[in-house]
């Protein structure tokens, strides 16, 4: 490991400072990504801000809606009583991703800035445009299964590992961002980026933006939602695909709908035409599966992953079938 | 009774072979090459050998003369060597991806890793070939057939060849096994200790401490003697631990240039690419049989794949030709060399392999027939072995089919697939025959009656998880006609009396029966037994 600098502010200002300042400091929380990138020399961070001591961590009720602190564990959120009763579809995710162990350790904020588990990304004896820009894609023409199937481009096909983050695209988080100029709120839909031509940026937060929050706002999706992960071992590995969906039915009618894909793309993939194909439909097989079709339009597969292709809208209908039934 | 190393081991007092703590202990990690074929070209050290505490960096360029990596006189990147294991750090060939080809140590493992980041290679680059499809294209008979036609991987054949392509009912189907990796819990670590200049220690995970001393010996031009290894615990092994693997050559290599007791052990991307692996394998099955049931004929194909440098061959064929009485039958076995680590055994190794592909086929055989599946199998059951002609020692196959049968509810089972559901569950009722030999091999166990009034049994023999040390202690106090609580069974260490390795399920028949014969003869060898009380026997001991 590199020789590196470590901080722990206690202040969010001083945080935020330490990292704008300094184009070589990284924020750390949970460590439980940012560390293992940096065993294997993928991530060589000068300076570490651990922002454990900042006060983030609160899981409140705001007027309409909640809010979850960043620096809240993922294993707290998925327990928490109001994510629970209104936002089961959250807790889902949550506890469908890693372990118990990393669960402890992880927090919001870095769930959703975790980096891809492109194996090529954490190679360092191969081409990446994402670790080293210009030196290109070994993904492209590689053993490239676990591979985005939307939105990629020629410099990058990695795809966005996060379980929790398809819930909250799919459930209209937004995310609070304080920053060297400011405040700002964030759609969780705008947090992360598709790959174009700037593959090495994940999302679009600016040089030393602190994530302190997610807001949730109230909906109706208490009762029929599902977190559908497929995996190929039980427990404790990426999706190959997850669809995360919430219904809101009314004698058997879909009043409306929220879906999302994991695994697919370097985002969380939200399918708002899927979403609008479902409106007043039936609750039926049938209609999941036209807007499944629907969801489909436009993915493209590589060498390896054309499996997703029907993977993918398998498990938006079996998530939507189970969320229907529940 | 409880496992007799079980409290050890769930409270960590085990001690393993990573976990031995010498004086003046260094820390190896290796470099691996990042092509699968070529030559180096050039090799950049100077930022590693600069990097904080690091003793020495390793490579060809500067690595000592290993006096038993003698040049095999054949070009190891033709595919059709007999070959050998790699010679670490011999020259500038790599044969396949992480290949080491440098190790750097250091006092302590963090700098020793950091600096082999630092060591910078370039190559020459040559075609390599991993794609199995491929080289199944240029599959070859094993060098052991070629020279020995009565060898077990020689092509065989009774009755009339391929007969099984003229009959009227008949199967012809490929099967497919893809590499598998044995990853055991533990991975593969060693601690190498020079104690002298002709002198070797090695804390070592094998499945066998003589193998390994045998081929530490020869690789050091050393007597047998001067070697000794070290594997009390093992942390599961599978197969993957009855081989040297390149890890130890260069750990070895490493302990005589630094001149230090120098640990190594693999990270677990490594277990991948160092130390064996089940090998991807091809085989095609073509059966022929009579309407009422009868095969007529089996031809059984395999190619398995190995490395370029090493001809692995696995016995995949071996019960076909002994399972069913079938009158024509014809087996060949082939290897298709890749530029890849070698493979090796892994648990339930050809014989599991090759039971996949004689018992799908005779799945697909009875379908074809409309035959229940273990009738089918009842009407080939074979009394003798119909490949040697000799009457079976024992075997109550049929017994097993019927018990298994009344156990799992064989009879409600429906001949067309699909047939039975519960819920959205399509429900399927299926078997398979598997055989292992009986295996067996020398063994030397001593037993020693101690004053305190218990029995130290010692062999060299290791426990890679069965539980070897608990049924050698229940095997002599049976003996001995003693409690266990009075035996205490010491294993996994070369100087002890000598056992073959942990393999082909052999060491309880085996290791068992000569704990059992050392036990009778120190019996024997007492004036009386059970000994008399401890005191009365230590104060005889001291005026003898």
């Not at chain 2, 505490?53 to 038993?68: E, Y």
């Given at each position: 490991m590199n020789q590196f600098q470590y901080v722990r502010p206690t202040k969010p200002q001083a945080a935020i400072d330490a990292v704008a300042k300094d184009a070589n400091a990284k924020f750390i929380a949970g460590g439980t990504n940012l560390v293992d990138l940096m065993k294997r020399g993928v991530m060589t961070p000068q300076k570490l801000v651990d922002i454990n001591r900042l006060p983030l961590a609160k899981i409140e009720t705001m007027g309409a809606g909640l809010r979850i602190g960043a620096l809240a564990l993922n294993s707290a959120v998925a327990d928490d009583k109001h994510v629970r009763a209104q936002h089961p579809l959250l807790a889902l995710a949550l506890n469908a991703g890693a372990s118990p162990q990393l669960r402890n350790m992880a927090t919001v904020g870095g769930n959703m800035l975790q980096r891809t588990r492109c194996s090529y990304f954490y190679d360092l004896s191969m081409p990446c445009n994402k670790r080293e820009p210009g030196t290109g894609c070994a993904?492209?023409?590689?053993?490239?299964r676990m591979h985005a199937i939307f939105g990629a481009s020629e410099q990058c096909i990695a795809v966005h590992p996060s379980d929790m983050s398809v819930a909250l695209v799919a459930l209209d988080a937004t995310v609070l961002v304080s920053g060297p100029k400011g405040d700002r709120r964030i759609a969780f839909a705008d947090l992360h980026r598709l790959p174009g031509t700037t593959p090495q940026r994940d999302t679009n937060l600016e040089p030393g933006e602190l994530i302190t929050a997610v807001d949730l706002p109230t909906n109706a999706f208490t009762r029929h939602v599902h977190y559908q992960k497929v995996r190929e071992r039980a427990s404790y590995a990426f999706a190959l695909v997850s669809a995360a969906v919430a219904l809101d039915i009314e004698n058997n009618t879909i009043k409306a709908a929220r879906l999302a894909l994991g695994g697919v793309a370097h985002k969380p993939w939200r399918l708002a035409a899927a979403e609008q194909a479902l409106i007043g439909k039936p609750a039926t097989e049938d209609s999941f599966r036209q807007a499944a079709a629907v969801a489909m339009q436009g993915a493209k597969a590589f060498k390896y992953n054309a499996y997703k292709l029907k993977l993918a809208p398998n498990a938006l209908v079996q998530a939507l079938k189970t969320a229907a039934a529940a | 009774?409880?496992?007799?190393?079980?409290?050890?081991?769930?409270?960590?007092?085990?001690?393993?072979?990573?976990?031995?703590?010498?004086?003046g202990i260094c820390y190896g990690v290796l470099v691996g090459s990042t092509i699968a074929k070529g030559r180096i070209?050039?090799?950049?050290?100077?930022?590693?050998?600069?990097?904080?505490?690091?003793?020495?960096?390793?490579?060809?360029?500067?690595?000592?003369?290993?006096?038993?990596?003698?040049?095999?006189?054949?070009?190891?990147?033709?595919?059709?060597?007999?070959?050998?294991?790699?010679?670490?750090?011999?020259?500038?060939?790599?044969?396949?991806n992480d290949q080491p080809i440098a190790i750097v140590v250091a006092d302590t493992l963090e700098r020793a890793k950091h600096a082999a980041r630092l060591v910078k290679a370039s190559y020459a680059k040559e075609t390599h070939q991993t794609n199995m499809a491929a080289a199944a294209a240029q599959a070859f008979l094993p060098t052991q057939a070629k020279k020995n036609p009565k060898s077990p991987m020689?092509?065989?054949?009774?009755?009339?060849?391929?007969?099984?392509?003229?009959?009227?009912?008949?199967?012809?189907?490929?099967?497919?096994?893809?590499?598998?990796?044995?990853?055991p819990m533990e991975m593969q670590s060693i601690t190498a200790h020079w104690e002298a200049a002709d002198r070797l220690t090695l804390y070592d995970k094998t499945q066998g401490t003589m193998g390994t001393r045998r081929d530490f010996a020869k690789e050091w031009n050393l007597p047998e003697e001067s070697v000794k290894v070290i594997a009390t615990f093992v942390g599961g092994a599978f197969g993957n631990a009855l081989h040297s693997w390149p890890h130890e050559s260069a750990a070895v290599i490493a302990a005589k240039v630094v001149n230090r007791p120098v640990k190594l052990m693999l990270t677990r991307e490594q277990m991948f690419t160092l130390v064996g692996y089940r090998p991807y394998t091809w085989q095609k099955l073509g059966m022929s049989a009579t309407p009422d049931g009868k095969i007529t004929a089996i031809t059984h194909e395999s190619i398995g794949q190995t490395s370029s440098y090493e001809e692995f061959t696995e016995s995949t064929l071996a019960q076909t030709r002994m399972m069913y009485a079938s009158p024509n039958l014809t087996t060949r076995y082939r290897l298709a060399a890749l530029d890849v680590s070698s493979p090796i055994w892994m648990r339930g190794p050809g014989e599991a392999t090759g039971a996949f592909a004689l018992e799908s086929a005779m799945?697909?055989?009875?379908?074809?027939?409309?035959?229940?599946?273990?009738?089918?199998?009842?009407?080939?059951?074979?009394?003798q072995d119909p490949e040697k002609n000799r009457p079976w020692s024992t075997k109550f196959l049929k017994e097993c089919y019927q018990l298994g049968a009344e156990r799992i509810g064989w009879s409600k089972r429906q001949l067309q697939p699909g047939a039975l559901r519960d819920g959205e569950w399509?429900?399927?009722?299926?078997?398979?025959?598997?055989?292992?030999g009986a295996h067996r091999g020398a063994a030397h166990v001593s037993a020693q009656l101690r004053p305190d009034g218990t029995v130290l049994l010692r062999c060299a023999t290791t426990d890679i998880g069965p539980g070897t040390g608990t049924a050698m202690t229940q095997i002599a106090a049976d003996a001995l006609g003693l409690p266990p609580s009075k035996i205490v069974f010491e294993l996994g260490n070369s100087d002890y009396p000598q056992a073959g390795s942990q393999g082909g399920s052999s060491t309880v028949n085996t290791v068992g029966q000569a704990a059992q014969d050392a036990c009778l003869a120190l019996k024997e060898s007492c004036a009386s037994w059970p000994p008399p009380a401890p005191q009365l026997l230590a104060r005889r001991r001291r005026k003898t």
């Open positions: 993904a492209l023409e590689g053993v490239n | 009774m409880n496992r007799v190393d079980g409290h050890q081991k769930v409270t960590g007092a085990a001690t393993y072979s990573a976990e031995y703590d010498l004086p070209t050039s090799l950049d050290t100077k930022a590693a050998e600069r990097a904080p505490g690091v003793l020495a960096v390793i490579t060809h360029l500067n690595s000592p003369k290993v006096p038993g990596f003698k040049p095999t006189g054949k070009d190891p990147s033709q595919p059709q060597t007999v070959g050998g294991p790699l010679k670490v750090f011999h020259d500038d060939k790599v044969l396949f020689a092509d065989y054949q009774r009755g009339q060849a391929d007969a099984y392509r003229t009959g009227a009912l008949k199967i012809e189907q490929e099967y497919v096994i893809p590499t598998e990796m044995h990853h799945d697909e055989m009875a379908y074809l027939l409309k035959l229940d599946p273990l009738e089918f199998r009842l009407r080939n059951y074979t009394d399509l429900i399927g009722y299926g078997m398979g025959v598997g055989t292992f």
